[in-house]
């Protein structure tokens, strides 16, 4: 039997800490459950299964029941995170007498961040945000081709670009989202396409968040990994980047399924020092913290970026010759 949601209350809630005016602090991310994602009702990104957590059905009245919920664990936190799994800016998902009712609730904040795909970030939705806004989008990879058919991301770098420059004429700030390997990308170019979308992204944001592709139920990415034709990112590839990224705006990482199976992971035995790495780094802006020490497994993954480099696919190489299923 199928359990009824709860569209009374909010998808989820924690607390965890961030970075605002350049200090760390307390933080709570508030995820609504709203009526979904624009896109992913045209089938949405390859790699996004964000569309479990909406319902068509959410009332104006059932968001502000949520928000009711969230009010009941706000300490205060400084850093307030409203996330929709999918656009805070699109009047359809978040009404604009809630979200008005939403700033006001949290008007004491320092700090709000918010997501939304370009189409929504105007300069009409934007007048009605705090100057403390943040809007994060997902723009995933710089090379259109990736975003394309990669991603299926349904939007060019030409309409990032464009909200970038709406977001600064505001004086709001931008944190941009870019994946780690998407599909159809092997190893190595997976690590060179988020080497150039870090450079090209960080002449628009004020922060990066690097994510590594997770595999997320009911999702593309979920069938190309069950059939052996996707392995999420190696630790190493994640290192690997942040390590080579040129002084910018704050990079960070914080991996969902980091260590897992369906996550970006190692061998298991050195996947808990990395992630504690990248999240010190995330932070500290400090190479030296990124400096881990080597593990076995490493050579695993020197030949998998060799393999899939020369026998040029993007499938999980190590399972397929394991297989037998290429010689
Ligand atoms: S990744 Fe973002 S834009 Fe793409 S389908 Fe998911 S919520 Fe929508
Ligand atoms: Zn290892």
């Not at 949405?44 to 319902?55: I, L, P, Q, R, V």
Request: with cysteine; glycine share 8%.
């Amino acid at each position: 039997m199928v359990r009824k949601r709860d569209l009374d209350r909010p998808e989820a809630l924690w607390k965890e800490t961030d970075m605002s005016r350049g200090r760390q602090v307390d933080a709570m991310v508030l995820i609504l459950r709203t009526q979904g994602c624009s896109w992913s009702r045209s089938g949405g990104c390859n790699m996004c299964g964000y569309n479990t957590a909406s319902d068509s059905e959410v009332t104006e009245a059932q968001l502000l029941s949520q928000l009711d919920s969230a009010m009941e664990r706000y300490d205060g936190e400084p850093f307030v995170k409203v996330y929709t799994s999918g656009s805070f800016l699109d009047e359809r998902e978040i009404p604009a007498p809630f979200r008005d009712e939403l700033l006001q609730r949290f008007s004491s904040a320092e700090r709000l961040l918010v997501e939304s795909r370009p189409e929504f970030i105007t300069p009409d939705s934007l007048s009605a945000m705090p100057a403390a806004t943040t809007v994060a989008i997902g723009l995933e990879s710089s090379d259109d081709e990736v975003l394309r058919h990669s991603v299926r991301k349904g939007f060019t770098t030409a309409d990032f670009v464009r909200s970038a420059e709406a977001l600064k004429e505001e004086g709001m700030m931008l944190r941009s989202y870019l994946l780690l390997k998407p599909p159809f990308l092997n190893e190595a170019a997976a690590i060179d396409d988020a080497k150039s979308s870090i450079s090209f992204a960080s002449s628009y944001s004020d922060e990066i968040s690097l994510n590594p592709v997770n595999v997320q139920r009911g999702t593309l990415v979920e069938r190309l990994w069950k059939r052996g034709d996707y392995r999420p990112p190696w630790l190493w590839s994640l290192l690997e980047v942040m390590m080579n990224a040129a002084p910018g705006p704050r990079l960070m990482s914080s991996p969902s399924g980091g260590g897992s199976r369906r996550g970006v992971h190692n061998c298991g035995e050195c996947d808990a020092k990395i992630l504690e790495a990248v999240r010190a780094f995330s932070f500290s802006q400090r190479p030296e913290d990124l400096e881990v020490g080597g593990c076995t497994c490493r050579k695993g993954w020197a030949r998998s970026l060799q393999d899939g480099a020369r026998l040029q696919t993007a499938v999980d190489t190590d399972r397929h010759l394991d297989d037998g299923l290429i010689i």
